[in-house]
């Protein structure tokens, strides 16, 4: 893919990863355009953290040179900016201030291998999405990240995944009443076959279903779905 001028390739990289999606972002499917940026000096942070999120649905820009930050923030417009705190011969005040004049859609997630109160009161200051500190283990970005472009509204469970964490999170609340599947079925006269399958991730119950489940556990409908979103977020 092309990248735009005047920044040489060698500076900045845009594709789409060419890595197959990892088991967690596999799960989840775009609601409309996603780009992401990563900022920071060193390439092969860049690199990893590229990797990390690859996904087919995602444009991924890389800039690995401090002294173009400014006039690629003035460019494309991004929906999520994954930046280090200390940026060679940059203010980070600065640089936050032209993500806020440049990129106002820009949810950003800060990461640091010098965490301190200061740094991290910055970063309150500016409203960065998180904060999160040098080495992280890769499931707290990509949880960083699936939960931050879901409450944007740009990434979705797809429906297997959906059908699958609804049935697991039933199941879980079911057992953890000590509940068979046999009562369950007595509590809301929903057949035993249907209710497996429904625990299973094999079958989608309708509002109706849902509800006589929700009210044999004992939760209402809203935590159900809260839970559903807890365990993929």
Known sequence: ????????????????PKVSPNAGLADFQAAGEIRLLILDDDPAICAFIR??????????????????VEGWLKGQQYQMIIMDYMLPGLNTEQVFEWIRDHQPDASVIVVTAFPSVESALSCLRARTYDYLTKPFQPEQLRSLVVRCLESKGLLRMTE?????????????RR????????LMSDKTKVSLGY?????????????????KICLALGIKMSDLFTAVQGKNG
């Not at 893919?1 to 789409?16: A, I």
């Not at 990797?51 to 173009?68: K, V």
């Not at 297997?160 to 999170?169: K, N, P, Q, Y």
């Open 51 to 68: 990797t990390l999120l690859g996904n087919d649905e995602f444009m991924i820009d890389t800039l690995s040179d401090p002294t173009l």
């Open 160 to 172: 297997d995944a959906l059908r699958e964490t609804l049935g697991a999170v039933i199941r879980e």
């Open 175 to 182: 057992k953890a009443l000590k509940m068979t599947l046999q």
């Open 195 to 211: 209710l497996s399958q429904i625990e299973l991730g094999k079958n989608s119950a309708s509002i109706e279903t849902l509800y």
């Open 1 to 16: 893919m092309t990248v735009r001028t005047p920044y040489p390739p060698s500076l900045v990289e845009q594709s789409r």
